[in-house]
């Protein structure tokens, strides 16, 4: 029986060592990310972590003004935990969360995870016609290259 993950929104108990790894090695969407920025995000956002014991094997981060609008970012479960339901279980935790029962917008961005999304009620844009963006892919690896954060 696999054991029940453990979520916390305590950012003291974040294994950040853990998390820089993982997106800046694993990660398509955050690779090379420098480990000061990664901080400067966990700072500024609502951070799940996942523990099964004093473990920590997955991780979600929403950035949000905790009322009306939503981003969730940076979701993984590390590659050995995986299979085991932690995805659901910590996406479960963050749609249960107090401060995120009245958004009207919630997004994400995926590029292989839209049949867990689905489950939580996520759907492509309904106006995609309105959204933009300014997106920059290579920004970490230029950076690591460059004095660019100073």
Not at 10 to 34: F, N
Request: one cysteine or more.
């Amino acid at each position: 029986m696999t054991p029940a993950l453990r979520i916390s929104t305590d950012r003291r108990e974040l294994d950040v060592a853990l998390i820089h790894r993982y997106l800046a090695d694993e990660s398509y969407w955050a690779r090379s990310i420098p480990r000061d920025i990664l901080h400067r995000a966990l700072q500024h956002s609502l951070c799940f972590g996942g523990f099964l014991g004093s473990e920590q094997v997955a991780f979600a981060r929403v950035v949000t003004d905790h009322a009306t609008y939503a981003a969730l970012l940076d979701v993984f479960v590390v590659q050995a935990h995986r299979g085991q339901g932690h995805a659901q279980t910590l996406l479960t935790a963050v749609m249960a969360h107090p401060d995120l029962q009245t958004l009207r917008r919630f997004l994400l961005t995926t590029a292989d995870a839209h049949a867990l999304y689905d489950k939580f009620g996520f759907t492509p844009l309904a106006a995609a016609d309105r959204h933009m963006e300014r997106y920059d892919p290579t920004l970490y690896a230029r950076m690591a290259n460059s004095d660019v954060s100073e």
